[in-house]
Each structure stands twice: as C-alpha cells, then as structure tokens.
C-alpha cells in the first residue's frame, strides 16, 4: 500500500465518525494528562522539601540531647527530652573534630515578647555567630552580636523580619529599638534576610541572642537544646559524625553507644529519606493515573473492533481486489495510533495546563519534566500498538469470500 493512500484512508476513516473517535480519543487525553498532572505535582513536591531541608543550613548535622531516661521514668518523653548536652560539648566538637566549618550552640524556648505597644509569642534561640554559616543565615540591617558579646552576656538580639513586622510594623525601624523577652530588655542590634518558611521552626520568626545571655538570664541552667555542625563539604558529613559521636560518648563516659544520651541526624541522610518518600508518593500517583489510561486502551480496542464488524463487507472487496493481509492489518493499526497519537497529544497539553493552574493558583509547587512528557507521549504510543493489534490481525484474517456475504 502507498504511504500516501494508507494516510488518507486513515484519516477518512477517523473523521467519518467524528463523535465516536472524540469520545475514544478522550479516554487517553484524560489518562495522559492525569499522568502527567500527578506526576508533575509528586516531583514539584519532592523539589519543593529538598529545597526546604537545604535551606536550614550547608552539610548540616544536629546532635540533639537523648529521650529521658531513668529510675522512675516508664514512659520515654521522646527525642530531645533529656539534659545532656553543654556548652563544653560544642566548644569540644570546635577544637577536636576535623572537617567543619563552624559548631553553633542552640538554647531555645518560646517566650513573650513586648516593645512599646506592641507584643507576640516568638522562638528566642541563644547561639553564636558561627550560626549565620552554619544555618546559612544573612544579616539585613544592622549587624550580628560578635564573640566578645557571647563572653560578655550582653542583652542584644537580633531578629527576624516577621518579628520585626510584628513588634515595629512593616515600616519600623528595628535597629536600636528596645524590646522585652521574659521582663527582661534586650538591644536590637540587626534584622536578618526573609527566608521563608511557617511553623515553629521559621527562622523570619525568630529572635537570636548570644547563647551565654539565653542560659545565665533566661534558661536557668546550662543545657543545650541542641548542637549544629556545619561540614566542609557533603563528603566529610559521615567522618565528621562518626567524630562526634565518639567524642560525645567518651565525654559523657558512656561505653556502649546504644546507650547514648544523644542523638545525631545527618542532612544528608534527612533529605535522602525525603527523597524516597516522596518518590514513594509520586509512583503512588502515577499509578492510580495510570488506571485511566488502561481503560481509554481498552475504549480505543472496542471502537477497533466495532469498526472491524462494521467493515467486514469493505475488507472482503479490497481483499478481493489485490490488498493483502498485511495491507488491510497496517491499515487498522494506523488507525489505532493515530487515535492515541491525537488523544497523547491533547493530554500532554491539558496535563502541562493543569500542573500550571495548580501551581499558579492553588500554591502546590508542580514540575513538568521533559522525562514525564516523554514517558507519556511514549506510552500513549504503546497503548496504540498494543490494544489496536487484536483488532487489526482480526481484520487482517478474515476471508474475504465470507465477508462480502457479510449483512
């Protein structure tokens, strides 16, 4: 059969039912574009934590004190509960622990906070400079209390700029401003840069003062509530934790390390663990999408062979007029991919449409990958192939003297 003649008879035979061949191609414009709307929003979601989790600082690694344990404790009060890490611990991380960059102590607590007429609940975190590097945090105005500070407790803070809109409005100039945290004064010496976030880990709502000044006026003890470890570099972050664990159990004279009173989570491993989930969570997806295009296949298989009956008489003359099997077989099948041909392409359009509106105006981040168009487009072309080839070698084997009797 000439290319031209099969393409011809192709399309005449697509559009002479214009209605049946919409609703057939319909079934594969919604299977595809719903692979690929939830394909695009599992990745754009993946995308959207790992970015979270990066942004709360470089090669990041986090010792936190143990659960409480102890005569009389039955029940354990979680990760973090315990009283077990000092001010020693980091400053002994600093001077023996190779491959970092910075070490930043961490004491925080929510606490009431007022400055002239007005007042909000905010996170105040006791630290040190070390932190701007290690949480990758920038300073706006102002600047950032020094280590001469830290030594010397003074009363100075520097805050974020939710706080700031909350204490001074968007307009207020923060800097110099005098603010009470648990009725006692503190200085503002700088604001930091937005970056972004909610809950009660958002670094724009919350005030840092030196960690010294956090334990002697605010804490009443000397217990961290957690230590941060910048690494040089991703690929020291398993040596640099291997130190610190070891250093921390021979400092807390603790043998047996199932028994630490600490615990260390690795950036590396958090956004690793992320990344599966999420992974987990857009196959999910994709596979529940997927379902639709296993009917729209099946809706294109019996549009085929309803045609097939409809056209035995036709397939009988040009059998008996020269066409042989293969024509009248190639001749069905392409009629069957242009089918999905024409419904993949439609649904790549509509599932980029949808991926856009969710991500424009619902607020859920979406990604379009050129894999996830590709992967569709290719399926699309499967299912043609795959559900147009019974109904085409049907039509290829009739006999011909028993379909021109056909009624």
């Known amino acids: 059969m000439i290319f031209s003649d099969l393409v011809f008879e192709t399309y005449s035979a697509v559009t002479v039912n214009k209605a049946r061949s919409g609703l057939t191609i319909l079934g594969i414009v919604i299977g595809i574009a719903s692979v690929i709307a939830m394909v695009a929003i599992g990745q754009g979601a993946q995308s959207s934590i790992q970015s979270s989790i990066q942004s709360i600082g470089s090669n990041l690694i986090m010792v936190m004190p143990g659960a409480q344990r102890g005569a009389g404790v039955q029940v354990s009060a979680g990760r973090g509960s315990a009283e077990s890490l000092k001010l020693d611990d980091a400053d002994a991380i600093t001077q023996s622990v190779d491959g970092i ?14 400055a002239p007429g007005k007042n909000t609940n905010t996170t105040v975190l006791g630290t040190t ?18 280590d001469q500070q830290v030594r010397t407790q003074d009363k100075v803070a520097v805050i974020g700029p939710t706080t700031r809109d909350d204490l001074f409005g968007t307009d207020g100039n923060a800097v110099g401003a005098t603010i009470r945290i648990n009725k006692i004064n503190f200085r503002v010496i700088g604001v930091t840069k937005s970056k972004g976030g909610s ?22 003890n000397d217990y961290l509530s957690e230590i941060d470890i910048a690494g040089v570099d991703a690929g020291s972050l398993p040596d640099v934790q ?6 921390l159990l021979t400092r807390h004279n603790i043998s047996n390390a199932a028994n630490a009173d600490f615990s260390i989570l690795n950036q590396a491993d958090i956004i690793a ?17 997927s379902i639709s295009l296993l009917v729209g296949g099946i809706g294109i298989m019996n549009m085929m062979l309803t045609i097939v009956t409809e056209r035995t008489r036709e397939i009988g003359l040009r ?13 069905f099948l392409a009629e069957s991919v242009l089918l999905t041909f024409l419904g993949g392409g439609i649904g790549i359009l509509l ?25 569709a487009f290719g399926v699309s072309s499967g299912i043609g192939i795959v559900f147009g080839y019974y109904p085409a070698q049907r039509a290829a084997k009739l006999n011909p003297i028993e379909a021109l009797r056909f009624e």
Request: without cysteine; charged residues 10%.
């Open 101 to 114: 960059q910075g070490v930043a102590p961490e004491v925080s607590r929510r606490y009431q906070v007022t």
């Open 129 to 146: 400079p070390d932190y701007l590097t290690v949480r990758n945090i920038e300073v706006d105005t102002g600047s950032f209390f020094t």
């Open 199 to 220: 809950g009660f880990n958002n670094s724009d709502d919350s005030i840092y003062i030196p960690v010294t000044t956090a334990i002697h006026f605010l804490s009443g």
């Open 242 to 247: 291997s130190a610190v664990t070891q250093l």
């Open 273 to 289: 663990t992320a990344t599966s989930v999420t992974g987990t969570f857009t196959v999910l997806l994709a596979a529940i999408a």
């Open 319 to 331: 059998k008996a007029i020269g066409a042989t099997a293969g024509d009248i077989g190639i001749q």
């Open 351 to 375: 599932g980029w449409f949808i991926a856009f509106i969710v991500s424009k105006f619902i607020g859920t981040p979406a990604d379009v990958s050129p894999l996830s168009v590709g992967l």
